[in-house]
């Protein structure tokens, strides 16, 4: 018996994973995070199968679900947002099932920051100008330990992808335009893959108000990025016609004789395979 912990995806039941839609259809429990898990995922279940909505259970009676199922010998689906890396309370579950001896898998999930960029059509690293993503929270009810303060992180200039915080924007806004100018830009996206999706496209200085004007106050992700802004970027080295690889032969020689050091082909290699 095991316990498949499913990313569901973004909200589009078609951006949850073959892998995790052929789970949801064999396991006889399907427990599922009711708020944000698309019905059409759910709807895949057998009919036969026991169906659990977790959103009104705390964690002793989620853990309850899995040792029921544990002692019929019953698989267990367990379908929540997105992915199960980020923000997922994924941790705790396991450590009760490790308790209980009890064997669990992992199914990745299209996270809501993807989603989200996908909506705003936007690669979030942009050669030689971002190469990083910062994926966190603002502080709120739940708090942030103080050395992932926002301040520090902005101070990367890295993309900074914001999950839990649209009720924060004011204090996000506050702690951001102490490392940034107020033209900062900002993109914030509602329900991202939903039929409802909205965008939302601003700068430190506005963003806020934009956000309050909309009502968008939950299931939102705010992305701030120099990306949005900056268009005259270099081309990648990977479709580089002087930049030789594993996988190709540089067609334009410039300068030395050989383009492309052998370490960075092998990077290239390795990284995007
Ligand atoms: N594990 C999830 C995140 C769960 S935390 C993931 O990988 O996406 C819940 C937060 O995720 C929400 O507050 C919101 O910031 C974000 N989120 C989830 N679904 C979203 C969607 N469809 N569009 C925009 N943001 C979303």
Redesign the pocket.
């Known amino acids: 018996m095991t316990v498949y912990f499913i990313?569901a995806g973004?909200?589009d039941p078609d951006l949850i994973t073959v892998k995790g839609a052929k789970l949801v259809e064999s396991c006889p429990v399907v427990l599922y995070t009711g708020s944000?898990v698309p019905k059409a995922v759910i709807e895949r279940a057998h009919p036969d199968a026991l169906v659990l909505n977790s959103a009104g259970m705390d964690l002793n009676e989620m853990t309850q679900v899995y040792v029921d199922a544990f002692e019929k010998g019953h698989d267990v689906a367990r379908v929540?947002?997105?992915?199960?890396s980020?923000?997922?309370s994924l941790a705790e579950q396991t450590r009760r099932l490790k308790a209980l001896g009890i064997d669990w898998k992992v199914v990745p999930?299209v996270?809501?920051?993807q989603?989200?960029a996908a909506a705003l059509s936007q690669e979030l690293t942009l050669p030689e100008e971002c190469q990083t993503i910062i994926l966190s929270r603002a502080s709120g009810r739940t708090p942030v330990p103080e050395k992932e303060n926002l301040k520090s992180l902005a101070a990367h200039e890295a993309t900074l992808c914001?999950?839990?915080?649209?009720t924060l924007i004011r204090k996000v806004v506050r702690e951001l335009e102490d490392v940034y100018p107020s033209t900062w830009p900002v993109a914030v996206?509602?329900?991202?893959?939903?039929p409802e999706q909205r965008i939302i496209r601003g700068t430190l200085a506005d963003i806020a108000e934009k956000m309050h004007q909309a009502q968008i106050r939950?299931?939102?992700?705010i992305i701030v990025s120099k990306v949005f802004a900056i268009d005259d970027f270099a081309d990648s080295k990977l479709y580089d016609p002087s930049f030789s690889h594993a996988c190709r032969k540089a067609t334009v020689i410039e300068g030395e004789p050989e383009a492309g050091s052998l370490q960075t082909d092998q990077e290239h290699h390795d990284e995007r395979g």
Do not use: N
């Not at 914001?162 to 649209?166: E, G, N, R, V």
């Open positions: 990313g973004p909200g944000l929540q947002t997105g992915d199960l980020i923000y997922s999930g996270s809501s920051f989603a989200a914001l999950f839990l915080s649209a996206v509602e329900k991202a893959s939903h939950s299931t939102a992700m």
